[in-house]
């Protein structure tokens, strides 16, 4: 114990060597020393007081230590933290390493620790940026995602906080992100632009069809119909084959209509034809009917392949149907009417066949459909005609030939008449006019010729005869060319007879002298005073034809309307004429003589009326 508290004098009097007692703990060091030796105190006890002292002061000098270690060791590993978050963050945002690298001249870690902390703020701040932009970019591609894919897309925090642990926040990972939604939003478009497209046709088939688009597209997906934004559009490969397949079916249902109603047009056309129908009555199956001409894809009229309109347009074919019988007497003999009218224009015989009273009786009778005879009567029509278009160039010629004997038959009426030169009103006119029947009549010979050379080539080429009304043409043709000869002939023997009355009356002048010839008598004049119209006898106007008397047939023969009208009364009464040329190397002498006579006779100043006055 003394050696321990000498010890520990001796240290505590080392200890109070040491302490400086210009310091304030020396001078309360100094004091405390002062006061325990007035009060008395032993050195042990000073000793010892000085060395609790001494240990009391080391506690809190060693407090001080450590809680300066553990600030230091906070400081340092605060700052190897954020050092390290630092690498994280550059590593992450993929920034560069030197930019962001402490300058290691700061000996101080706090000022370590505050130039640390902009930068990782910075860098933190920037982390969330990039956060947001990355989320916001995977939210749309998760939201087009859905919609291509057809499942219910949830906007909420998960891909945020499953962006919190990823460690990929470069700019390279932005620009990928950014391409893969340009590429999905491409595609989106495309898909919207082939919805569009699709529903389009729908509406429009759905018009034409008259079906109802809301409830055809609904069918399909319920966005379809909704006029909301094109983001509550559905573009999935579900809606997409479902408007395919719906568009196909439409297609189809279209064509079975357009099939259908085409058939039904065409009855109601035929209908309307046979039912003659006014436009009235038409206009208002006008659209329907313009079907019937129509292809299917230029078919868009709004509800014009409904089944509204169909039903329409079979009612009204039903009720033609049933007009159709009580008319159809009626419609048999108006197209028989036509027949005939055709026939008659083109101078043909219709087929007897069909004859009016006959139709009556089979109808009456109902021994016959009549709309097979109604069909039986429009082929004939049909054939009529083709036949008077093979016949249109003969007929022509034809008509030309009878103009040119009307013609003829005028000029000869005018030569007759006494005051054709005098100078009334009108008369240069019928010289104007009797100078061109001149030249025409001179034509008629070559007229005849070439229209029997075109009948002739036409029954060859067809193997049947020309007939004209019944009779044949040629026949009439090759009669009225040996009445032509026949009459010239007669001409010539007429001016030959006035020839030898002329030297008659010579010789009688020598023998009994000159006397003055009879004054002719007004029963030889032809010409009457219905050949002046105006009355006054100085003017010529067309003349009437002539009066025809009981005892003379041959002027008649002369007049072509009057000989067509003779010879067609005449061929009508012989149906069984041949289809051979007639022969008229029969006709007896005596009869020309007698029609010469006629002819000759009725004519003033003819040599058998001077002959015949010399025998009376």
Same mark, same amino acid.
């Given at each position: 114990?003394?050696?321990?508290?000498?010890?520990?004098?001796?240290?505590?009097?080392?200890?109070?060597?040491?302490?400086?007692?210009?310091?304030?703990?020396?001078?309360?060091? %100094?004091?405390?020393?002062?006061?325990?030796?007035?009060?008395?105190?032993?050195?042990?006890?000073?000793?010892?007081?000085?060395?609790?002292?001494?240990?009391?002061?080391?506690?809190?000098?060693?407090?001080?230590?450590?809680?300066?270690?553990?600030?230091?060791?906070?400081?340092?590993?605060?700052?190897?933290?954020?050092?390290?978050?630092?690498?994280?963050?550059?590593?992450?945002?993929?920034?560069?390493?030197?930019?962001?690298?402490?300058?290691?001249?700061?000996?101080?870690?706090?000022?370590?620790?505050?130039?640390?902390?902009?930068?990782?703020?910075?860098?933190?701040?920037?982390?969330?940026?990039?956060?947001?932009?990355?989320?916001?970019?995977?939210?749309?591609?998760?939201?087009?995602?859905?919609?291509?894919?057809?499942?219910?897309?949830?906007?909420?925090?998960?891909?945020?906080?499953?962006?919190?642990?990823?460690?990929?926040?470069?700019?390279?990972?932005?620009?990928?992100?950014?391409?893969?939604?340009?590429?999905?939003?491409?595609?989106?478009?495309?898909?919207?632009?082939?919805?569009?497209?699709?529903?389009?046709?729908?509406?429009?088939?759905?018009?034409?069809?008259?079906?109802?688009?809301?409830?055809?597209?609904?069918?399909?997906?319920?966005?379809?119909?909704?006029?909301?934004?094109?983001?509550?559009?559905?573009?999935?490969?579900?809606?997409?084959?479902?408007?395919?397949?719906?568009?196909?079916?439409?297609?189809?249902?279209?064509?079975? %209509?357009?099939?259908?109603?085409?058939?039904?047009?065409?009855?109601?056309?035929?209908?309307?034809?046979?039912?003659?129908?006014?436009?009235?009555?038409?206009?208002?199956?006008?659209? $329907?009917?313009?079907?019937?001409?129509?292809?299917?894809?230029?078919?868009?009229?709004?509800?014009?392949? !409904?089944?509204?309109?169909?039903?329409?347009?079979?009612?009204? $074919?039903?009720?033609?149907?049933?007009?159709?019988?009580?008319?159809?007497?009626?419609?048999?003999?108006?197209?028989?009417?036509?027949?005939?009218?055709?026939?008659?224009?083109?101078?043909?015989?219709?087929?007897?066949?069909?004859?009016?009273?006959?139709?009556?009786?089979?109808?009456?009778?109902?021994?016959?459909?009549?709309?097979?005879?109604?069909?039986?009567?429009?082929?004939?029509?049909?054939?009529?005609?083709?036949?008077?278009?093979?016949?249109?160039?003969?007929?022509?010629?034809?008509?030309?030939?009878?103009?040119?004997?009307?013609?003829?038959?005028?000029?000869?009426?005018?030569?007759?008449?006494?005051?054709?030169?005098?100078?009334? %009103?009108?008369?240069?006119?019928?010289?104007?006019?009797?100078?061109?029947?001149?030249?025409?009549?001179?034509?008629?010979?070559?007229?005849?010729?070439?229209?029997?050379?075109?009948?002739?080539?036409?029954?060859?080429?067809?193997?049947?005869?020309?007939?004209?009304?019944?009779?044949?043409?040629?026949?009439?043709?090759?009669?009225?060319?040996?009445?032509?000869?026949?009459?010239?002939?007669?001409?010539?023997?007429?001016?030959?007879?006035?020839?030898?009355?002329?030297?008659?009356?010579?010789?009688?002048?020598?023998?009994?002298?000159?006397?003055?010839?009879?004054?002719?008598?007004?029963?030889?004049?032809?010409?009457?005073?219905?050949?002046?119209?105006?009355?006054?006898?100085?003017?010529?106007?067309?003349?009437?034809?002539?009066?025809?008397?009981?005892?003379?047939?041959?002027?008649?023969?002369?007049?072509?309307?009057?000989?067509?009208?003779?010879?067609?009364?005449?061929?009508?009464?012989?149906?069984?004429?041949?289809?051979?040329?007639?022969?008229?190397?029969?006709?007896?002498?005596?009869?020309?003589?007698? !029609?010469?006579?006629?002819?000759?006779?009725?004519?003033?100043?003819?040599?058998?009326?001077?002959?015949?006055?010399?025998?009376?």
């Amino acid at each position: 114990m003394g050696e321990m508290a000498m010890a520990g004098c001796g240290m505590d009097k080392a200890v109070r060597a040491s302490v400086s007692f210009d310091t304030p703990c020396g001078a309360l060091l %100094r004091e405390l020393e002062q006061i325990w030796t007035e009060i008395g105190e032993r050195e042990q006890d000073k000793d010892r007081m000085f060395l609790e002292l001494e240990t009391e002061c080391m506690r809190v000098y060693r407090r001080k230590v450590d809680s300066a270690n553990a600030e230091r060791a906070q400081l340092r590993q605060s700052l190897m933290a954020k050092e390290a978050e630092l690498k994280a963050l550059v590593a992450s945002i993929g920034e560069s390493a030197p930019r962001f690298k402490v300058d290691e001249n700061h000996t101080s870690l706090k000022d370590q620790l505050a130039a640390v902390t902009p930068l990782l703020e910075d860098l933190k701040a920037k982390k969330e940026e990039r956060i947001k932009q990355i989320s916001n970019l995977q939210s749309q591609i998760e939201k087009i995602k859905a919609q291509i894919s057809d499942y219910n897309y949830q906007n909420n925090t998960g891909s945020v906080k499953q962006l919190d642990d990823d460690h990929d926040l470069s700019t390279r990972r932005i620009s990928d992100l950014q391409m893969q939604l340009r590429n999905l939003q491409k595609e989106k478009s495309d898909r919207l632009q082939k919805v569009f497209i699709y529903v389009d046709e729908v509406h429009y088939l759905c018009a034409v069809l008259g079906l109802d688009f809301a409830k055809t597209v609904k069918e399909v997906h319920p966005s379809l119909h909704e006029t909301n934004s094109e983001n509550s559009t559905n573009i999935s490969d579900s809606t997409l084959e479902g408007l395919t397949q719906t568009i196909l079916k439409l297609k189809a249902e279209k064509k079975t %209509r357009v099939l259908k109603l085409q058939e039904i047009v065409e009855k109601l056309h035929k209908l309307w034809n046979l039912m003659e129908s006014t436009e009235q009555d038409r206009r208002h199956f006008a659209k $329907v009917a313009a079907v019937l001409e129509s292809t299917e894809e230029e078919i868009t009229s709004p509800g014009i392949l !409904s089944l509204e309109t169909i039903q329409a347009t079979e009612e009204e $074919v039903e009720r033609l149907t049933k007009q159709k019988a009580s008319r159809m007497k009626e419609l048999v003999l108006k197209k028989r009417l036509e027949l005939e009218d055709i026939c008659r224009n083109a101078h043909m015989e219709p087929d007897m066949s069909t004859a009016p009273e006959k139709i009556i009786a089979l109808i009456d009778s109902g021994l016959v459909d009549t709309c097979e005879l109604l069909s039986s009567i429009e082929v004939q029509i049909s054939k009529a005609n083709e036949e008077s278009l093979t016949r249109k160039d003969i007929m022509e010629r034809v008509d030309k030939w009878l103009l040119a004997c009307d013609e003829e038959t005028w000029l000869e009426e005018y030569n007759q008449d006494d005051n054709r030169y005098s100078a009334g %009103r009108g008369a240069h006119l019928n010289l104007k006019r009797a100078e061109k029947a001149r030249i025409l009549v001179q034509k008629i010979p070559t007229m005849i010729d070439n229209l029997i050379a075109k009948t002739f080539a036409w029954e060859d080429e067809r193997n049947v005869p020309f007939l004209y009304d019944g009779v044949r043409l040629v026949a009439i043709l090759e009669e009225q060319k040996l009445r032509r000869a026949q009459r010239e002939e007669d001409k010539r023997r007429c001016r030959d007879q006035k020839k030898l009355r002329s030297l008659l009356l010579k010789e009688k002048e020598l023998i009994f002298g000159s006397k003055p010839s009879p004054k002719k008598t007004s029963s030889f004049n032809r010409r009457t005073s219905n050949h002046h119209p105006n009355g006054n006898g100085a003017g010529f106007m067309t003349p009437v034809p002539r009066r025809i008397s009981a005892g003379s047939a041959t002027p008649e023969l002369l007049t072509p309307r009057s000989y067509s009208g003779r010879y067609n009364n005449y061929f009508k009464e012989n149906r069984r004429l041949t289809a051979a040329p007639l022969n008229f190397s029969t006709v007896s002498k005596d009869d020309s003589m007698s !029609s010469f006579a006629s002819i000759s006779g009725s004519e003033p100043d003819s040599p058998l009326l001077d002959r015949e006055e010399t025998s009376w």
